[in-house]
Every structure is written in C-alpha cells, then in structure tokens.
C-alpha cells in the first residue's frame, strides 16, 4: 500500500493507506482522532468537515492522496484548549444536543467566519446550511456564529 | 383525572444505602426505580463500583468533592445534566463543583436504565431528590454530633455547615463521620421557592468534550487490536440471503475476513423471551472483517450476493392500498367509545370526513447504528449507543447460549435517538460477528446501511368525521389505519376526549415484513397534525374564532370526573393563551399567515403557532410560537434546546419527510435522496414555558407533534389550501402562488 506524509495540526503524520481512502478514515481508523465525524459519507451532510489550507472541506469526500502537502485542521486542532471564538460561542449559548454534528459545525462556521467577519443573517444561513443538523439545534447555531463573528480577530 | 400516576413505586427506607469508601468520603447508591433489597451495601472501592442494586451513585470525597454517576442513556435529550442537577439541589452543593459521570450498565448488575418515552426526569425526580436530601441531612447529622448541638440549629449552604455561633463546617469535614451514621427517614425536600440550581440555566456537562472533539460517541470508542464489520444486509424487505461469492471481496487491501452471520438471530425468531425491542432478522448477512471502516466499507460492495424472495415485496401503493382498504372495511377495535356517533351524525347538520395520510420515516441519527463487541469465554465485552442496554444485554446473552452475568456493557454519549436506538439489532449483529471471530470488533452501518435497514416509523392513515348540530360539535370519530400495530391505549384519551358527547375511536392494522417502531413521539408526531387541522375545518364549517373553539371545547372538559381523561383542560387553556399572547395572533402584521395548535401528549401540555409569509410564490414558515406546560423545569437552558429542535424537527419532518419503498427497497439510502430540514429553512422559534410547581414531565417528544398541525394551519391561512398529506413540500406546484405585483 503507497505510504502519504500529511500534515495535521501543524505535525508531520505519514500512514500507509489505498490511495482512494478518504481522509475522513486516515483521521479516524488511522490516526485515532475520531472528532471528525462520519456522518452520509458522501458530502452531503458536514459532519465530517475539517480545514485544508485554511478552507472548509468534507474529508468524507477527499481522498489521502489529494491532502498530501497541503495543511490539515480538525477540531482537535482548532485551538489547544477549546479557546477558539467559535468554540467559546458554541459554549456561551449551549448549542449542542446530543453533539454529534458539532464538530463539523464548528470547522464550517471557524473557516467562514475567518474570512467574512461581519457576516449578514442570510450569509450565515447560506454557509451553514450545507451542515446538517438532525437534533435541529439550528436556531442555536446562528446565535453562536453570529457571538463568534464579534469576537474573531 | 390526575395525568399519569406513574406506576413506579420506591420504598423510601429502602431506596438508599451508604457506605464508607476505603479512599475516605461517602458513597450513596440509590436506585431510582424498585428498592433496594435490605442486605446490600455499596462497595467501599470505588474500583467495584457496579450496579448490583443500585442504579446510581453520589460520591462525596474527604475533600468536600461531588461526584455525580448518571445512570440514563444521554441520546441528546439533556438528562446527563438535568438528573444530577436534582440531586445537586437537595443536597445543597455549588453546582459548579459537582463532576458527573455517565454510569455504566453491568448486566450482573443492572435495573432499568432506559431513554424513551420522555420518561427520565418523571420517573426519577422523587427518588433523585430524596437521594440528595437524605444525604444532606447525614451530614448534618454527622455535623451536629461534633458540636454537640441539635441538628436543627444548623444551616447549609452550598456544602458548608453553619452553626447558631456562626461556626462552619465544610461537607468534607464530616463525610467519614456521616459515612457511620444510620439512615434518616422522612428527610424535608426543600420548598420550590428555595431551589438555587433547579431552575437555573446550566451548560451541558459534555460541552468541552463536545467542541474540542474528544472521544464520546459510540462511533468514536477504540480499543488496541479492534477490527472493523460492515454488514451486508438484504436489499429489500421480503428478501432473505441465498448464497454470495466473496472471492474478490477477500482479495482486497485490509480485508480480514469475510463470514456469515444470522443464524442465531434466526433460531431466536419468535422466542418468547425476546421482547419488542429485539426486532432480529430473519435472513442470514454476509460480514466483511478488516482493519479499517473503509477498508470493510470499499469490500463489501465488491461481494456478489443472491436474494430470494421469501414474503410479499411490498410498494407504496400496495400500503397505500392496504390502508385504504382497512380504512374502508369494518374490521376495528373501538379503543373508546362515548354516547353514540352514528346516532349523531345521522341527525347533524353537518358532517365533515376528513382523511389525512403520511409516509414511512427513518430516524436517521446523526451518528449512524454502531457496537463494539468483544467475545471471550469469560467475558462479554459491549460498548456503544443503546438506548434499552437492559434489553440489549439480555438478548446478547439468549443470543449466544451465555449467561447474562457475563455481560458488560458500556454506554457512550449517543449521537441522537429519536427511538432508533431502543431497538437493539446492530447490538446483536456486534455481538454474533465478534463471538464468530473472537477479537475486539466494531460494527459500523454506512449512512445507506442505516437508512435503508432501519427500524421506521410506519405509514399511517386517519380518518375524521365530525357532526355538527345547531352551532355545536356534536360528534367525533378517528379511525386509524396503521402497520404492525396501533396507537398505545392511552391516545384514545387525550383532547378531545371528554370534550365531545359522542365520541369514538377505533383502529386497525395489518401485518407488513417491514421493521417498524419507535419514532420521536410515536403515533402522536403525525395524529397531532391530522386532528389539529381538522379542528380548523370544524371551526371553519362553524364559523367559529379557531381558537375560541378550542377553548369553548376544553371548557366542557373541566371538572370531569373521568378517569381515563389524560390531559388536563386548564393547563392546556392557559398554554393555548399564553401562545395566542405572545405570538400575536389575531394582530399577524400584513403578509404574515398563522396557524395554531392545542396538543397534549408525553404528560406535557403545549400549544403553538407558526408563521407563514409567502416569498418568490411559495409559502415559507417563518416563525413558531412555543408553549410548554411541563411542571417544574430543571434546567431551562436545556429545556429550550429541547422545545427549539423539536418544534423544527416536527416542522421539517412535516414538510419534507418522505419515505417508500419500491419492491421492498426503501426509496432513499442517503441525504442526497433524503431531505432532512437544513439552517436556511429552519423558523426561528420563541420557545415559553409555564412556571409552576407542578412535578415535572417530559419534554424529549411533546413539542414536536403540533408542529405539523401549526404549519398546516399557517399554510391554509396564507394560500386557502388545505393538505392532507405529509410531506407538505411533495408537491410544490400545489403551493405556488402569483406573486402580488409589486406597487410603488
Ligand atoms: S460525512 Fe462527509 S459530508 Fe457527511
Ligand atoms: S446536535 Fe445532534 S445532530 Fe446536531
């Protein structure tokens, strides 16, 4: 099996992998951070977004082969402590329900709001939307990107 | 007429034991639902802490420290947080101190540990509450010793004792003392008005874990050497497995093995031990075993497997037809049965029929149907996302010949239930693979795998008829018409029972080879719509304020003194007020449509209205008004996430919420073929609830029914449609209005 030298959260991984396996498993089965979820496996519902040079991106959908050289960030690199503005926000206002769609959340939400910090009500609907949440903590979500949009640097 | 006295009965001298920890502190273990037998005691290691009679456990540690083991299933419904905050209360602690732990369910060990229902908190806030206040009062007890001074000179405050000179002492101080202490009985539970963390907005005590992504979830549990199953399960209902080539399956990267499971599952069909929460299949499964969950996923496609037909391959139009055809036949089972309907509509003014129709459901948990097993023989090893683990374990056990003892069984955070999770078939699936293979394995579902091998909710029909007799609703009649099984016995007696003169309700059901159960608020999620709508018919035929009927009707309700009545009608008056209050309805601003909703279900009272406005020439719901009358609320931060999610998971279900089958095969296998409700066309929903002192009831299911009922209603207003089918969005042609030109 060809062996891929990634780069996730900053440090050098390199595992042995089919080319075609989506990096959502490297992170997963590979290198045992599960904080990516899985959740339709064909980017359709966000569960699984991490940041590939600092862009939103499904990993489901990715295959190893493409994230070579480029740098990987999932929610256990966001931020060392859980400081990040996104996730203090996820905190203030107690989104989640039962959690699972969290993490892909808060990597669509932290990308987006690191290029537009003044987002607009439909702005957010718009880039949140492709993020399914099925407990529907959807009102939740908006408060919080609108909190951490005030709060980015 | 009291609600529901919940039939759970705990002694409340023999609920509780304590011991001393070998570490120093206190250990209280309690059982929230049977008594404890009088000659057990806690461990006084904590390194054998189990469940042997007690269901959970409070630790006070030498230092003053608070641990909280919260025995129920957390599928996202708030009870890790609510239950402990309940116990945080009497027992008079700063919150913020307390640590809660998920406790785990030892088969050789376990009660009753179950999430359903929306039963948690009722059934547990007596007992929960006792706990806390009894062990309050040991150590006060223990306090008043040392000084030498009646206890009832003390005051507590946030874990630390005050004596009449204004000596403290903290919990730690006196916890060995009070670990030797007897048992108080008949301990003061505090007043409502002096609650201080009942009541309080507390945060989900998973919420770091949650936004930095550690592991929680089933999916997320690991242990060294764990292998991967995918399971390949019959295409269609009605199919069953033949034979399958694995050849090149077997040849491909990571690929372990590739075996056969489901003959034990088949030899348990039928068995009377096995209990509706079983639902095993009858066909045997090809599974594929390797090292990755993509490695199992990539070959399992590539095993060429034959299918034989061995029952009906049923469509949407064979259903469809099925319950017409019960609809329009005699076979029923009269559940209730009030004065006499046909005599009132042979003699009414009016008749209005009614029949409302919706589609099968998957739950569609975010999270898709996962276990860990590991087999050996001495122990089973089970870990993952159950909502009925008592269930589970038995099963496993009848499953492999094993005793029950043997079985250890582990509850992770789960992500979502919805009622999927009550029925434990990917647990046995886990278990059969991993004592075929004799390693640590996870079985992982696809999101295909889940949608299409699910457990679903059941296409329905109703049919209403009301007579209407000199400006009044002289009789009502609900026949349903439903799959492998009926409403439960006590819907026959929510509104408008009591409320009508001639009342009457009756069902049927035929058997169908497609899994069916559970789904979030079950049978109500879809009757709530049916008979909310109607009642906008009966008002409209009437010529009545929709509203003021609903009032006039429960006003005949007061003061009954039936029995069976389930709903109390002043409750649900006043939440219908408050809605019609604060979302302004009557004083809807120009191009602003509402419906609204009265509903009883799951011990909760609610009324809602929704809000329509008609944007690009389709009608788009925009806001929901939310009312909840469900007793004391613990912890409202968490309630009002629990009302928010259901009221748009009910509007989203409602809306888009399509599912069928086509020769057995499900219609959809994921979210490209599935719509589930998205951010973009989520309302915005102003969530309330009624502050009393009433016990507290659930809030996991009540608030989703109406909201069905609320859009329709809103819908009807904004276009002068009516709907009779869900989903409402099928058709969208149905909907589309002229736009209104646009002036100046
Ligand atoms: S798991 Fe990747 S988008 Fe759903
Ligand atoms: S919180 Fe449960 S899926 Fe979003």
Redesign the interface.
Known sequence: ?PKYNLNVNGKPRSIE??A???LL?IL???L???????????A??G?CTVHIDGNAARSCSLPVASAEGKEIT???G??E??SHPV?MA??EV?V????????GQ?MTASAFLAQNKNPSEAEI??V???????????????KAVEIAAGNME | MSATSASITFSRRNFLRTSSLASGGLLIGFNLFTACKSDVKPPIDLAELNYKDFNAFIKIAKNGAVTIFSPNPEIGQGVKTAMPMIIAEELDVAWDKVLVEQGVLDTENYTRQVAGGSQSIRFSWDALRQTGATAKQMLVNAAAAKWGVDASELSVSEGVITNAAGKTLGYGDVVDAAAKLEIPENVVLKEPKDYKIIGTDQVNVDIDKIITGKPLFGLDYKVDGMVYAAVLRPPAFGQELESYDATEAKTMPGVIDVIKIGEKAKALLGKEEINWTAQLSPSEKVVVIAKTTWDAFKAKKAIKAQWKDTSTLESTEYQDKKLNDLLDGKEFTTLREDGDVNKAFAQADNVLERTYESPFLPHNCMEPMNFFAHVTDKKIHLVGPIQTPEDAANTVAELLGRDVKDIHLEMTRQGGGFGRRLYGDFVYEAAEIADAIRKPVKMVSSREDDMTTGVYRPAIKYRIKAAIKGGKLTGYQLKEAAINGNMYGLIPNFFPAGAVENYRVDVANYESNITTGAWRAPYTNFLAYAEQSFFDEIAEAMDMDKVQLRLDLLEKVKGTTDERIQYNPERLQAVLKMAVDKSGWGKAPEGTYQGVVAYYCHNSHVAEVADVQIENGMPVVKKVTCVVDCGIVINPLGAKNQIVGGVIDGVGHAMYGQFGFKDGVPSSNNYDTYRLIRMNEAPVVDAYMIQNELSPTGLGEPALPPAGGAVANALRAATGKRIYKQPFMEDLDFWRVEEKEIIG
Not at chain 1, 96 to 103: D, E, I, L, N, T
């Open positions: 099996m992998a089919s075609d396996t989506p498993w997963r089965d590979h045992d951070m599960v904080g990516t979820k899985f959740g339709c496996g064909i359709q519902c569960a999932t929610i256990e966001l931020s402590d859980g996730q996820w905190k107690d989640p329900q039962c959690g699972y769609c969290q993490a808060i609907k718009n949140m939307h492709g993020n399914i949440c099925r407990c529907a903590a959807y009102n939740r979500i908006q």
